[in-house]
């Protein structure tokens, strides 16, 4: 048994995560840790999960070494928290944005702060399994991937390195955006109602062209829906296109040994995988235009954040990778 | 032409009404106030309603003798602003809850403040046209009725003095809740999800007794909607069940020369008044039970809120009861 | 391991059944019939669940003496289909409303038909485990409850007998009416709308009234909602009302061994407890009006069908009552 | 005043034309047609529009030399029914795809048919105001726009001819997909959920194709929301990037003399155009990417389908482009 300490439960990721853990059968849920909600137990602020434990405030000096840790504070701050977990001997994965971008330059356009533990951003292991499993096993720092990214590199990495023009439209539910009570949050506002956001300045832009190796278009949408991303991808295939046969023979190839990884013949709608860990991805090969077009739909708090955090606990705790995930 | 003026324009009541008056051919709109919104215009606060009118700070010194007025602020403080803008010749419909109840000493109680005019509270009429519509037209201090108590006392007045063991189960849309970002109205909150809340102490509780002349059970819940409220009321009939035929001519009579009350005969939904004036009101009779069954519908912000205000303000200026509102 | 066959395992609750017993650590999935989708897998209808069973048509000649089953067939259809499989030396528990009503003269008015198995309604055991679990254990036929009784009842069994009045007005979500379309379920006839149905004449009616042991008038609506059941129930009490805490004991104490029942301080929402076998209950006292207000949730596919139907089969088969439902 | 018949007048569209002819100050509402639900009134299959007439089933002979007629037929069935009116005398709107593609020989592939009236076809104009004013004006028969195709073009045609590379990923409200109940219009289809449907061989690709003079990649999606449609354009500058700033004012000019299409700063939501004939658009420019991302958001029923009807009938009236629609 390890312990894992979630480091900001309160909201809907930490949650989550934390309903994972204590419902892990080897891991062991250590903190839970809040600020404005600490003294509540996690059942008062997400009832869905049935999580008595209670909310307390981090406790630095109770983080033993060999323990897991989980951060799930806003970015820029979880640069600082991640780094005090691991100088005391923890294995950590950052569920936030901190410590994805390898190019530790792209930090103040992106992110609006510079980072202050560069030694632990040359050291962290992006944290996509399908990718990067041996990686992960051995890491003490993971870089838990973004819900968009998520979904955009498993639709298109199968086709990595052949094609170019990557045009990305997301469209994500309301809980993406966290629980914190906003006008664009408002029911009002997102019911009834499909808009962009963010375009061509939002975070996970040089986080999906990192993974591809090349520049991306990424257009994030906002729906009226509470849990759910769907990414839509189109590209063009360098060269001539291939034919879909081989396309699709070519994505079962590379998720072969991903366990949480779909591909799927018809374009995937959220349903099929919403609160699970599943991933589900279609390529279609438009062979006039010689384009790829390719569909990733995951559940974004769990294949796009806390699932995906526990997919990686897993992995860093040498435990089988699905394991308290189905 | 007459200038009416909507004081707490950038609420979702507000811009609705200030709508409605800027494409009314009689009137005309005004100062349109707000605080926190002061300097944006209704359009960017509510771009569905195209009105480009400034919002801005209350001016009273700019209300002239004969003026009209509606006022949408927070309860307490509407109560006060009536109060200043009747003093300089204005004839004022008080859109808050301010002036409902006659009784003064249930204020403190059900609002949490003492009433500051009790000379306009014993002048203000009870703008519910379909059963004041002489008093609404002669009055200084019109008393816009709520949300609730419109939808369940239109679906129980022709029936008033004959029912008694009332309970009312309503159902409201989020912009009922104001456009005011909390938790209870985050999308994540709502979407997928029906409850309860304010039972037995919810404001509109005495409002709808003083209207029936008798207690009631009123227990108002929050639907995944946007626009409508749906009031399903129970009562027993005093003494031997009337026949079904016979409740529905009453119906049907009561409204006869009401414009914007419509008698159907299956449960009505909220999609055939939405964004409308109209209600829509049911009467069922359980012979076996001797009991009356009675659905109600409207759209909170119109006839729940708005339009009824326009309906009063027609009235008041003497216009037809519908100028407007079609 | 005991077999468990799911007859009509094509609709909503039946796909969800065979989901239950596909995952339970001692049932083993049996038939899994349909007729208009024979030959498809369930994943096939319901993505969601990743059961790979294909469909078959019913065939009586393979059900063994001790197999289970559970029928999920459309009314009337159903009576015939347990009979079948009882003669057969199965136990079954039949999900369509066919065996909840003891009194068999009340078929023809409530279902459109008459009993063909008179012998196995007298033996038949109403299913609602928090007031049965003995019977339940030893029964031949067990009559799962509809989803509206299961939370009415819920919410009111504890004050059975001390009250009377009693008005149920119950909101459903839109997966109860079933997988076939119809204009009723489409999209844009449900959303943003609420409206009640079968007023006075549900089926449900005369199975709420059975358990209480009274008359109730029952108002189901449609919610635009996927899965969940709020009913909202109003009552008077016979003699004094009881003090809210002593009411609030009498739900404890009674829940007390019910591994499924909440019983919560605040008038649930459907959230908490969808997609679990979970209900919650809220009793709350109107001092005043001697009266109760009981709210009763649930996942009206898991505690109101499939989820209640597996807690039967483990009463059964002589498990725990919670094994594959957390 | 001048008649109109609407052919086809059951469905979500011919019901909203229907409403719109209904109120319009210079037309007359004249048959009201519809096979199945001959014999009910509009108001009775959409309550919502208060339309007393009565659905009949269409008499060609009542069809007077100058009458107006919008035919809202299925494809194929209208090209039939166009042919008939036009001899008859009439003008006619063809709100289905009949009429829209030049090139005869694209039926066949797109539409599964032959075109019964190569005459007609030739003589058809494009029904988009926003480019064919004076054309429509003139024409015998109009091809009123799909949904998708107005959306996107408004969004891409002031760069017409200065883009390649066009990729657009759109997202229909349900109403789009018409009133006849199908397992994918169910609302626990649709309901927290988006998925992509017809990709690459949806009939209105060619459409928009045909608009631009290039080929596009196009991908509807289905999204949970009654009405409102967006869509998300990207596309590639030939040559250089031109500034914001002046792709912004060349869309400002384009669009100098058209009263329903508003260019905005922020890429638009739904909110803002529903149930209403505006159009939003809002071009952004990647200076980079040297690309253009253009959003384009319309209601389905009113700007995309009867409402554009209502702005031809009143160009080829002679009346004000406007008249009826505000």
Redesign the interface.
């Known amino acids: 048994m390890s312990t894992v300490h979630v480091v900001g439960a309160a909201g ?1 990721t930490g949650a989550q995560l934390a309903a994972l853990v204590d419902a892990h059968p080897y891991f062991t849920l250590g903190q839970v840790t809040a600020r404005a909600d600490a003294g509540r137990r996690i059942v008062d602020v997400a ?2 999960y049935r999580v008595g434990a209670v909310l307390r405030e981090l406790d630095l000096d109770a983080i033993a070494e060999g323990d897991f840790a989980a951060v799930c504070y806003p970015h820029a701050e979880a640069a600082v928290a991640v780094g005090e977990m691991v100088d005391r001997g923890a294995r950590v994965v950052d569920v936030s944005a901190d410590h994805r971008l390898r190019d530790g330059a792209l930090y103040p356009r992106w992110s609006g702060f510079t980072h202050p533990r560069p030694d632990l951003l040359a050291e962290a292991v992006y944290g996509l399994p399908e990718i990067n499993r041996e990686a992960i096993a051995g890491a003490r720092v993971v870089a838990n991937p973004g819900c968009y990214p998520t979904a955009s590199l498993l639709a298109l990495l199968p086709m990595r390195g052949r094609i170019t ?1 990557i ?1 990305i ?1 997301a ?1 994500s539910g ?2 993406g955006a966290g ?1 914190t ?3 664009d ?13 963010n ?2 300045r939002h975070r996970h832009t040089p986080e999906i062209a990192q993974g591809m190796g090349t ?1 991306v ?1 990424f ?1 994030p ?1 906002l ?6 991303l ?1 990414a ?1 991808c ?1 590209a ?1 295939f360098e060269g001539d296109a291939p034919h879909a046969d081989d396309v699709r023979q070519a994505y079962a190839d590379f998720y072969a040994d991903a366990p949480f990884v779909e591909v799927v013949d018809e ?6 995988v ?3 860990n599943y991933a589900q991805v279609c390529p ?1 090969v ?1 062979s ?2 010689g ?1 790829l ?1 390719a ?1 990733g ?1 995951i559940d974004n708090l769990m294949k796009g954040a806390a699932g995906q955090a526990v997919q990686n606990l897993n992995l860093m705790a040498g435990r089988p990778e699905d394991e308290g995930l189905r």
Chains 1, 2, 3, 4 share one sequence.
């Not at 949050?185 to 956001?197: I, L, M, T």
């Open positions: 809907f009832p869905e023009d045009v439209d469209k309301v809980s629980r009570p906003t006008p949050v408002h029911y009002s506002a997102v019911a009834d109602s499909v808009r962009a956001y375009v061509m520049d278009v257009a949408h729906v009226p829906v509470d849990r759910g769907l839509s189109y063009r374009p995937p709608g959220m349903r099929a919403q609160r699970t279609m438009d006039d235009g384009r077009i569909f739909v």
